[in-house]
């Protein structure tokens, strides 16, 4: 009887039905990789495993991960959660030696009716009263998120606070900038007041009266919290169209007013947000973050919150906090945007780069914001600095913007450009670089070896030398027919670059949970995909910590990845299944009776224990309901063992469900002859 040799060739492929992927094509696969030879099989083998980096469990789903060093040589991992149930408030945390500390920023609310706010003629500082919020001494920042006309000038933003103007536990000290960020002095000792609104009844045209408020036409005027006058809805960015005098300019509703009538700003309450090291008055805020971004500048940490819940009468705040590590919390960098969608740190001057930001307190999610070269505290573009922002003119929305080698790349739903610094007086340059292939969500993209892949609405790309390419899925189906479209901002791309892997882990529909269940892996040098189910919310590639590191949605661990052969100390359960490979082209069928298989049993430097299980899938035509052969039970003691199957088509399976095992496939050998027709 002739024998022959099953090779496998590598990568999987669910675009062709199983008997079409013959050849020794593999169909169904789980918790396996591909490792390249010299002859470009791509043997199968079984994928790492993974410990526990932390002894217990994280308080929430963790959303972010980043590990750095600081200048002592401590490596630390950030942790930024979604909201925990306990708590009702986001987690931002830090493990550094194996010690986890909760540096979660900590927030207060404050409405005042009026504001007390005192100023001093001549002097850039005013004294704000705030009664109703006792403890806010240690207060490093305060959002002034309605414009406050007093002395002169309008209060209304971010603002650093003077640790030496406190006075008292219900007293802070704020100083009055320019849009240039001078000093800009008191020159009265005026009531404080908050903007009226007048309309006029069938007018869209509204009087908005505020004291000495500098407005120009052309101006863009923001209302942050919504105000009901007249019929009209105020709620954002309005342009000033004409200025009465010094204190009364005109806005255009987005309708026109059903009465006559006047209403002030919040109903004339000053709204303010502060930040400190650890408010808790009774109007203490949690932050509500379904994400974060993380990065490192320098030795210190920098996160943002991302689709924050609204803060109070649908105020958006996504402040930037920074983290040292000799502080007890994160605190708000005051001179940085009140609201960005995310950030990243920019090479090679080292600037703060946030997307989705603002130039008024309303949310422009095509606006890019950078801070000056190696200065998180200066954001105002002036021709002594290198800070500045650019509108990325198309598209509805900025995705996500990622560092990589060379230039940084800035993903719109539907485009990419390019973001390359060109020193001043324009600092950086933007260009479209590939159109409708816009990212999926916003950690769904990531660089391996100075090359970009991310994941779009409905194909995969990368972008080297040779420019933007789709990247040919075969396992297209599974991934983009079982995707949960309701929560695509939980995609994340995670980087393996021990093994020259990208994985992208998603929520599927079979999963049913919303939440991730299921990968999809690439082979940057096979140039092959494999896909299963696993779920990791959060990943970090190979760093100051080690092998990569990877969240788990259901057990609300950290695992340290290809640190073992076992999940987490339980079998891991891999497998495969390749298509079916004929073997009869004609009336006969074949009769198969000896397998002699041929296997790696254990990695280099250990023990080769490895016991694999092999069935055989038997069919005469594609419809039919395959006969299994098996499993038979395999270890490296084994030089053959008998199948007696008759088929003409047949498909091979190759799982294992043993502790501490390692194995990688060869040439398994078969005995066969033909055996009759049908």
Known sequence: MPHAVLKLVPGTDTQETP??????????????????????????????????????????????????????????????????PTTAHSQLAVITNGILKDITPTQASSSLTPPSVTPTIGSASFLVTDIATPGITDINSVYIATQIAVGGVVLFGLYECDPDGFSGATQYTVYARDILGNLLPATTLGAVSLPMFTTTNGSNVVTVNLTNNGYAVGVS?????????????????????????????TIVAAQAATSGASATLNNGTALFVYNGIALTPPSALPILAADWTLDNFGEDLIACPTSSTEVFAGLAYQPIYVWNPLQATAAVIPQAPPVNDGIFVAMPQRQLVAWGSTATGVQDPLLINWSDVNNIQQWIALVTNQAGSYRIPKGSRIVAGLQGPQQALIWTDIDVWSMQYIGPPLVYSFNEIGAGCGLIGRKAACTLNGIYYWMGPRQFYSLSSAGVEPILCPVWDVVFQNLDQANLSKIRAAVNSLFGEVTWYYPSITGGT????????????LNEWDYGTLGRTAWVDQSVLGPPIGADPST?????????????????????????????????????????????????????????????????????????????????????FNTRLRARMVAVRISSSDLGSFWRIGALRYRFAPDGQF
């Open 19 to 84: 008997a079409l992927n013959e050849n020794s094509g593999i169909s169904q696969t789980q918790l396996i990789r591909f490792w390249p030879d010299r002859n470009g099989l791509g043997l199968v083998q079984k994928l790492g495993g993974w410990t526990r980096f932390f002894p217990t469990a994280m308080a929430a789903i963790v959303r972010a991960l980043w590990a750095w060093e600081d200048l002592d040589e401590n490596a630390h991992l950030a942790i930024g959660t979604q909201v925990v």
């Open 556 to 640: 609300l661990l950290l695992y340290q990845h290809e640190t073992s052969n076992d999940a987490d100390g339980a079998a891991m359960q891999p497998f495969f299944q390749s298509g079916y490979y004929t073997l009869s082209e004609g009336d006969f069928e074949t009769f198969m009776d000896l397998v002699w298989p041929d296997m790696k049993w254990g990695q280099y430097s250990q023990a080769k224990t490895a016991t694999v299980q092999i069935s055989f899938y038997c069919l005469n035509y594609p419809g039919d309901a395959p006969v299994v052969f098996g499993p038979y039970s395999v270890t490296q003691a084994t030089k053959f």
């Open 514 to 525: 919303g939440e991730i269940d299921s990968y999809v892996k690439y082979n940057a040098y």
């Open 221 to 249: 005027f923001p209302v942050l919290v919504s105000t009901f006058v007249g019929g009209v809805t105020l709620f954002g960015n309005y342009v000033v169209q004409s200025v009465v005098d010094a204190n009364n300019f």
